[in-house]
């Protein structure tokens, strides 16, 4: 009896619900940062600080975390990365100290999320789907927001009632959660359920799962070293860059203290940066559908431009009560947020083939560099300004530059997976 659902969506699923798990710690920082600040005193800097190691380790961590599931398999590092995001959501419990804030959000868990990164969800579509790869890479990056969506509200709520500790303990708790479906349910190859990657061509044998590879730190960088002989690459990571500096490293991290420093009250903060979420998932999936049908490069100018516009505008938004314009905006920022993420993927694969996955995984430390910035300057403008409005202008304008640097990225030849590209993979391995 044939299979009604090809077992790629069942792996799809719990990849979603994997990332879903993970996300609570993403919703923590912006929740938590003002009544750190009110019980030890700390500045805005030093915990965004944390943050910011927080974000360059989810970055660095990424195309490492790419070459490890190769040797490793899948369900091995989410297992193991799922269990270092609870344990370091945990221990900040007992701190009496700034370094171990730093310690366990910043290492611990910028270690665990970066080990499940969009880099994740590069070497799902690559090795599971042939067909609709824009799509479920929408999909599977609306993921994050979608746990931003479920936590947020929930976390800043029970902050505020029942005090900081017991947001930290909830998010330790989900995380743990999900480790016995990852066990459960997640495969590391086609090939390990007999099978053939989704929309792969009629006739396609089912090919034995690659043996694992070793030496993934030299293939990790060998990749970055080929890679950044190409113009493409470096305009990917520039842009990408400027996409993380404006969203987790800035809004997601600051949105709810500049709220709260014009009088709106954390939880309806929260709730505003949880419809982004909402309006997130929307846009992602859409952007994924649009990916499959149009220039990847028209699409990133596109949202780029849009999305520096809005932050143009934001420090006028600002006010103790929620306003339509402030919704107007939380609209438009919502359906742009990670829309940049399947066109960049698909760029990925264009130019590289085979080695998408771990290119991919140096795109998106470029990502986490720019928001490790972001978080930590706009940290220093408010303790030095008393504002955050500088932030969200030099934000808006590094958006619009790279809106105009992806029209660079409009057309060019595309670069089909070939035989020659796994050759080359290969040797790289077998080289080590």
């Excluded at 619900?17 to 940062?33: C, D, E, Q, Y």
């Excluded at 990790?220 to 890679?227: F, G, K, M």
């Excluded at 760029?347 to 290119?359: E, K, M, S, T």
Aim: hydrophobic share 55%; proline share 5%; net charge neutral.
């Amino acid at each position: 009896m044939s299979r009604r659902i090809h077992p790629a969506w069942w792996i799809a699923g719990v990849t979603f619900l994997t990332i879903i798990g993970a996300a609570g710690f993403r919703s923590t920082p912006g929740v938590l940062m003002d009544p750190l600040h009110e019980e030890f005193g700390w500045p805005h800097g030093v915990i965004g600080a944390a943050v910011s190691v927080n974000l360059l380790l989810f970055g660095l961590t990424a195309p490492f975390s790419a070459a490890l599931m190769e040797r490793f398999g899948v369900r091995r590092v989410v297992t193991g990365a799922l269990l270092l995001v609870s344990v370091g959501s945990l221990l900040p419990v007992w701190m009496t100290h700034s370094w171990q804030l730093i310690l366990c959000w910043g290492v611990l868990v910028g270690l665990g999320t970066g080990s499940m990164s969009m880099a994740m969800v590069a070497t799902i579509t690559s090795r599971w789907f042939v067909a609709r790869r824009g799509l479920v890479s929408g999909i599977l990056t609306a993921a994050g927001a979608t746990g931003q969506l479920i936590f947020l509200p929930v976390l800043a709520h029970l902050a505020d009632a029942k005090g900081w500790r017991w947001a930290a303990v909830l998010t330790a708790g989900v995380a743990l959660l999900v480790v016995p479906l990852v066990l459960w349910r997640m495969r590391d190859h086609p090939g390990a359920m007999g099978t053939t990657a989704y929309g792969a061509p009629a006739g396609t044998p089912v090919a034995a799962p690659p043996a694992p590879t070793t030496g993934i730190a030299t293939l990790a960088l060998r990749t970055l070293r080929d890679a950044a002989k190409e113009p493409i690459f470096w305009l990917l990571a520039a842009t990408f860059a400027v996409c993380g500096a404006s969203t987790n490293g800035l809004v997601g991290t600051h949105f709810i203290p500049a709220a709260h420093d014009h009088g709106m009250a954390a939880p309806a903060a929260a709730s505003l940066l949880a419809l982004i979420g909402i309006f997130d998932v929307v846009g992602t999936i859409f952007s994924g559908w649009l990916t499959d049908r149009m220039s990847s490069g028209a699409l990133l100018a596109a949202y780029y431009g849009l999305r520096g516009l809005s932050l143009f505008l934001l420090p006028t938004l600002f006010a103790a009560n929620v306003h339509p314009s402030m919704f107007v905006f939380i609209l438009f920022y919502g359906l742009d947020w990670v829309a940049t993420v399947p066109p960049t993927m698909a760029l990925c694969r264009q130019f590289f083939g085979d080695r998408a996955p771990i290119v991919f995984g140096w795109v998106f430390a470029s990502h986490q560099i720019g928001a490790a910035i972001a978080a930590v300057l706009a940290g220093v403008v408010r303790d030095r300004l008393g504002n955050y409005d500088l932030a969200w202008y030099v934000s808006g304008a590094l958006c619009l530059l790279a809106a105009g640097l992806c029209l660079l990225m409009v057309g060019g030849r595309q670069q089909p997976s070939t035989a020659e590209d796994r050759d080359e993979v290969a040797d790289a391995v077998t080289q080590v």
